[in-house]
């Protein structure tokens, strides 16, 4: 809310918001070289952290390796955490940012913003808006719970995000493309139906995790582990192992198809986040058959896909 009031005002009193583009390219290096020196000062600041403060990965003696997977698992200054700011808020902040100065260009150098623009712009601040409002979730999730914060992810939060997720409506600008309401309206119904399977899970399990007495999970069947915790078997967990993965992918695919089929640019994101999701399954997959033992055996057996049923 501060960022939108700030670029209000300063769009307001004159500020070239259409100008940002043309700056893309500097910026990227400057936040490169922003999370290369601040992960520089982690690594070093986690030479003073306690054995317990360190993450199980990022500390295998190897400098080089360390550096980039992270050595300590959440580094904080007094209250604030680093790792839990820069998950969320400068990357997502500015990747709309970014999408919006897109936009503002677009209607200086076209009159006004064309239907795909609005498009891509809508879908991606909903779901940047969607991971702000429900930002409490990102304490659950592998980032904040397993990986250290090191090169890897400061790099991701700081500059990739921002400025790779950005590639459509980059695309756009230089790319105009006819698109009738028809299509949109399919593509609409696209990515409703992948943020309605993203939010549907990911809600499920966060509401079950926080408590699983509450109404809206009570019902749901349940595999019982060794360690206390249960497996939901039913619900949107029982469809496939990662529902809330293909959601995601689903979503994905709105946000590249406005900008057509004639280049594979704008099809980046779909391709790099398939293999992300994909991997990142995979390693999930790895610690849970390593927390949850048998129990685990037995969720895979009664829920046998991944993340696209009957097929992965
Ligand atoms: P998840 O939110 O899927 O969490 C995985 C954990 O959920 C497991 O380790 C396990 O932890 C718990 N779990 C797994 N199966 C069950 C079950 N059947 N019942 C109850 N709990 C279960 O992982 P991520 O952190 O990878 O993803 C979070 C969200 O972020 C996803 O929607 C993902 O798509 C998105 N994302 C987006 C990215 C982007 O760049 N746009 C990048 C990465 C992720 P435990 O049992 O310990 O609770």
Redesign the pocket.
């Known amino acids: 809310m501060l960022t939108a009031l700030l670029v209000g005002l300063g769009v307001s009193a004159g500020l070239p918001l259409g100008a940002l583009p043309e700056m893309l390219l500097p910026l990227a290096f400057a936040a490169t070289l922003t999370a290369f020196i601040f992960s520089l000062f982690l690594y070093v600041k986690a030479l003073l952290a306690p054995a317990s403060a360190l993450a199980p990965g990022g500390n295998s003696g190897n400098p080089i390796y360390d550096f980039f997977l992270g050595r300590e698992l959440n580094p904080r200054i007094c209250f604030f955490d680093f790792k839990y700011f820069c998950e969320l808020r400068p990357g997502l902040i500015g990747w709309v940012l970014i999408n919006l100065a897109l936009l503002v260009q677009e209607a200086e150098l076209r009159g006004s913003p064309s239907l795909a623009m609005w498009l891509v712009n809508g879908f991606q601040l909903l779901y940047v808006g969607d991971a702000l409002w429900h930002e409490e979730a990102v304490l659950?999730?592998?980032?904040i719970?397993h990986d250290g914060f090191g090169f890897m992810l400061a790099f991701g939060d700081l500059a990739w995000?921002p400025f790779t997720?950005s590639l459509q409506a980059q695309f756009l600008l230089y790319h105009p493309q006819a698109l009738g309401l028809p299509m949109a309206s399919v593509i609409c119904l696209i990515n409703a139906t992948g943020y309605y399977i993203?939010r549907g899970?990911?809600s499920q399990?966060n509401t079950?995790?926080k408590n699983p007495s509450d109404p809206r999970v009570a019902d749901l069947e349940t595999i019982a582990t060794a360690t206390g915790?249960?497996?939901?078997?039913s619900g949107w967990?029982g469809m496939v192992?990662?529902p809330?993965?293909l959601?995601?992918l689903i979503m994905a695919l709105a946000w590249s198809l406005p900008c057509g089929v004639s280049h594979l640019l704008p099809y980046f994101y779909l391709l790099y986040?398939t293999a992300?999701?994909v991997h990142?399954e995979a390693r999930?997959e790895r610690?849970?058959q390593q927390?949850?033992g048998l129990a685990w055996h037995e969720?895979c057996r009664r829920?046998p896909y991944r993340i696209v049923p009957y097929i992965y």
């Not at 659950?140 to 980032?143: C, I, K, L, N």
């Not at 915790?229 to 078997?233: A, H």
Request: proline content about 0%.
């Open positions: 659950t999730t592998m980032d719970i995000v997720y993203f899970a990911n399990k079950f995790r915790r249960q497996l939901l078997v967990w192992r990662h809330n993965y959601g995601d986040f992300l999701l990142r999930d610690q849970c927390k949850y969720y829920v």
